[in-house]
T-cell receptor, first 113, second 124 residues
Framework: DIVMTQTPLSLSVTPGQPASISCKSS???????????LYWYLQKPGQSPHLLIYEVSSRFSGVPDRFTGSGSGTDFTLKISRVEAEDVGVYYC??????????FGQGTKLEIK | EVQLVESGGGLSQPGRSLRLSCATSGFPFDDYAMHWVRQGPGKGLEWVSGISWNSARKVYADSVKGRFTITRDNAKSSLYLQMDSLRPEDTALYYC?????????????????WGHGTLITVSS
């Protein structure tokens, strides 16, 4: 199975400041169809995960534009341009290229200073 | 509005069985593959199983292969997970999850909508 490694595992950010989370995969996530199936999810405290970013850089419906996904191959990044209090929670990356086993990163816990 | 509502969780002894259900609404259920994902207490996310739109293809994580069976009833817009030979390490919150893409379960894709989960505790 593909191993997804996130860094850092936790970060504390002052509201209004940027934040960045890295996700690295053990193999390239570029599929033979030309797409890269890398997703970002946020699990807010006490809630189920919800989709933020699909296929590396496309924002899901209703996701604020302060969230930006980027990367290619094995290296991916989620950036929050200006962190808000409602952004606290655990962020997960997930690969959907090498199936049938979808695999997640360990999660990155975002806290507000 | 897409809704996924799991049920069937509870306490079970090792070696026993449980059956999870997921009632869905708000989208054409029979157009999409569906999955189960679990989260152990204080742990991360683990994909468990997936099923194609027409039940023709079912896939499982190695950790549950041979013990869990995924099924669906398109007429009822419902997803199920039969969990046999339960182990303490199966203790987790189990989420019903909708595939974002095609109805084929092992075609490259991801997940868009998640239910709130149902808790399974396996302990003697």
């Amino acid at each position: 199975d593909i191993v997804m490694t996130q860094t850092p595992l936790s970060l504390s950010v002052t509201p209004g400041q940027p934040a960045s989370i890295s996700c690295k995969s053990s193999q390239s996530l570029l599929h033979s169809d030309g797409k890269t199936y890398l997703y970002w999810y946020l699990q807010k405290p006490g809630q189920s995960p919800h989709l933020l970013i699909y296929e590396v850089s496309s924002r899901f419906s209703g996701v604020p534009d302060r969230f930006t996904g980027s990367g290619s191959g094995t290296d991916f990044t989620l950036k929050i341009s200006r962190v808000e209090a409602e952004d606290v929670g655990v962020y997960y990356c997930m690969q959907g290229t090498h199936l049938p086993a979808y695999t997640f990163g360990q999660g990155t816990k975002l806290e507000i200073k | 509005e897409v809704q996924l509502v799991e049920s069937g969780g509870g306490l079970s002894q090792p070696g026993r069985s449980l059956r999870l259900s997921c009632a869905t609404s708000g989208f054409p259920f029979d157009d999409y593959a569906m999955h189960w994902v679990r989260q152990g207490p204080g742990k991360g996310l683990e994909w468990v199983s997936g099923i194609s739109w027409n039940s023709a293809r079912k896939v499982y994580a190695d950790s549950v292969k041979g013990r869990f069976t995924i099924t669906r009833d398109n007429a009822k817009s419902s997803l199920y997970l039969q969990m046999d030979s339960l182990r303490p390490e199966d203790t987790a919150l189990y989420y019903c999850v909708k595939d974002i893409g095609s109805g084929v379960v092992d075609m490259a894709s991801g997940f868009d909508y998640w239910g709130h989960g149902t808790l399974i505790t396996v302990s003697s």
